[in-house]
């Protein structure tokens, strides 16, 4: 079974610019989550997809971040404007109808200078 | 509010000796409590999972417990490898809402030759 698959794996951008993320979750998994893991801390939850639709995106700072799944497959997160402080690994999960067994990709390390 | 607490923050050891990390929550109502480990650059990854009736579950080397009661959990790493050298992440499922995890902020352990 393939697992989660996130590009890029590495991005580095000046502030202001934006910068888009791209994942694609195990196949049959209705869920998908995006979490920020800032350096030394646990992830935290931004958005979270059931099929096309968002469950949660509480911790989203929508006035730069948005996210979209369509199709209930792939999803991409975007950050417009970029801010020093969005340095951070973006790791996407996903998990099956039902249960609370998240699978997490490789995650994307962005650098923002 | 729903809380996951890792102690210790960091940890190191020798190779071959064994360690406990502890896990405390006040998730409510609780579901189920997993213990991931992180590798440096990697995504989390599942190393065990206890529902509210387990009381300790093994994986090999890892061994978690868990008391409902006093809402904590531990995972006690016996023989350590230099392998083991990972953050340790206790998310906890539950809260309220749909599929909805709260994550700690993890154990950084070190072991060392």
């Known amino acids: 079974e393939a697992g989660v698959a996130q590009s890029p794996r590495y991005k580095i951008i000046e502030k202001r610019q934006s910068v888009a993320f791209w994942c694609n979750p195990i196949?049959?998994?209705?869920?998908l989550y995006w979490y920020q893991q800032i350096l030394g801390q646990g992830p935290k939850l931004l958005i979270q997809f059931q099929n096309n639709g968002v469950v949660d995106d509480s911790q989203l700072p929508k006035d730069r971040f948005s996210a979209e799944r369509l199709k209930g497959v792939d999803s991409t997160l975007k950050i417009q404007p970029a801010k020093l402080e969005d340095s951070a690994v973006y790791l996407c999960?996903?998990?099956?109808?039902?249960?609370?067994?998240?699978?997490f990709g490789p995650g994307t390390r962005l650098t923002v200078t | 509010k729903n809380q996951v607490e890792q102690s210790p923050q960091s940890l190191i050891i020798l190779e071959g000796k064994n360690c406990t990390l502890q896990?405390?929550?006040?998730?409510?109502?609780?579901?189920?409590l997993r213990w991931y480990k992180q590798d440096t650059g990697r995504g989390p990854v599942s190393l065990t999972i206890?529902?509210?009736?387990?009381n300790t579950k093994s994986n090999g080397r890892y061994t978690a417990t868990l008391d409902a009661d006093t809402k904590q959990s531990s995972l006690h790493i016996t023989a350590s490898q230099l392998s083991d050298s990972a953050s340790y992440i206790c998310?906890?499922?539950?809260?309220?809402?749909?599929?909805?995890?709260?994550f700690g902020t993890g154990t950084k352990l070190q072991v060392i030759p």
């Open positions: 206890m529902t509210f009736s387990e």
């Open positions: 999960a996903s998990s099956s109808w039902g249960t609370h067994e998240q699978y």
């Open positions: 998310v906890v499922s539950g809260g309220g809402g749909y599929q909805k995890v709260t």
């Open positions: 896990c405390n929550y006040t998730v409510s109502p609780f579901s189920n």
């Open positions: 196949s049959g998994h209705a869920t």
